[in-house]
């Protein structure tokens, strides 16, 4: 009885090796996408079958590396281009959304300057000029009194060096 289940078990194992070399080849064949899903699903195996026999594993990846047969007349498409064309198109999108944000961010900022003169709220352009340079001219206002003072007090202290001057003189 045992025997017969063994025999069994490696009559099973024969069809779904030869199942996976069949839809490996076919697969190879039609150009098709050669991974360990895709040859086990079109085997009808489960993957863990694939990775429990190396040789079959090792004959997958040999096949991975081949390149596609010649007698396709439309270019390859490997594995490694679609990533390539992937990571590329997820820079792209990257960028595109980047520059989307700054457009947006510009636009806000253009829309709301726009907003706030025509709602009469924000003064107009030339106003607001005016306003700086009097506030310029205030601060230069300020600075010349500060230095009028000044010399007003050094002439102070001037006059009186002199008053005590032609003092002292004229008690000789």
């Known amino acids: 009885m045992a025997n017969t289940m063994i025999q069994g078990r490696q009559t099973d194992s024969?069809?779904?090796r030869q199942r996976v070399i069949n839809a490996l080849?076919?697969?190879r064949e039609a150009g098709g996408e050669i991974t360990?899903?895709?040859i086990a699903r079109a085997a009808a195996?489960?993957?863990?079958?694939?990775y429990r026999h190396r040789d079959l594993l090792t004959q997958i990846h040999c096949a991975q590396t081949e390149p596609a047969p010649a007698h396709t007349t439309a270019a390859?498409?490997?594995?490694?281009?679609?990533k390539a064309d992937l990571a590329n198109a997820n820079a792209r999108i990257?960028?595109?959304a980047g520059h989307n944000k700054q457009l947006e961010r510009k636009l806000s900022e253009m829309?709301?300057?726009q907003a706030w003169r025509e709602s009469g709220l924000g003064a107009p352009a030339d106003v607001d000029q005016l306003q700086r340079h009097i506030a310029s001219l205030n601060q230069q206002l300020i600075d010349l009194r500060a230095q009028l003072e000044e010399r007003d007090q050094d002439l102070a202290a001037a006059r009186a060096a002199n008053r005590e001057l032609f003092a002292n003189m004229n008690k000789r």
């Open 14 to 16: 024969a069809r779904r």
């Open 76 to 82: 390859a498409v490997t594995t490694a281009s679609l």
């Open 94 to 96: 990257g960028r595109l």
């Open 36 to 38: 360990v899903s895709a």
């Open 111 to 113: 829309l709301g300057e």
């Open 25 to 27: 080849a076919t697969t």
């Open 45 to 50: 195996v489960d993957r863990s079958f694939l």
